[in-house]
């Protein structure tokens, strides 16, 4: 089993940018789609974006044009450059990997492992 820790969170400014790291343990993530979601106070768990084991990349209508996902699997690392950032991005953010070729990476249901998360805020 993959084991993943989010890193990289933190406060910055509206407009500013950040970039998250997901670090994978246990096993290499090259037979692993990995996932991007985040989760504001209130309000349910939702997709950012993701990766396929191919480096194919989705993201969220709300996300797309400023934030890239990519992966490096010789550093069994997947990332998320997030910029633009607004305050509406505040929120825990989590990654997931899943092994298999889902069609569905938005869905949370589509992943098996997560990491703890790392908080983002955004100030106005």
């Known amino acids: 089993q993959v084991q993943l820790v989010e890193s990289g969170g933190g406060l910055v400014q509206a407009g500013g940018s950040l970039r998250l790291s997901c670090a994978a343990s246990g096993r290499t993530i090259s037979a692993y789609a990995m996932g991007w979601f985040r989760q504001a106070p209130g309000k349910e768990r939702e997709f950012v974006a993701a990766i396929t084991q191919s480096t194919i990349p989705y993201y969220a209508e709300s996300v797309t044009g400023r934030f890239s996902i990519s992966r490096d699997n010789a550093k069994n690392t997947m990332y998320l450059q997030m910029n633009s950032l607004k305050p509406d991005d505040a929120a825990v953010y989590y990654c997931?990997?899943?092994?298999?070729?889902?069609?569905?990476?938005?869905?949370?249901?589509?992943?098996?492992?997560w990491g703890q998360g790392t908080q983002v805020t955004v100030s106005s």
């Open positions: 997931a990997a899943t092994r298999t070729f889902s069609s569905t990476l938005s869905m949370e249901i589509s992943y098996d492992t």
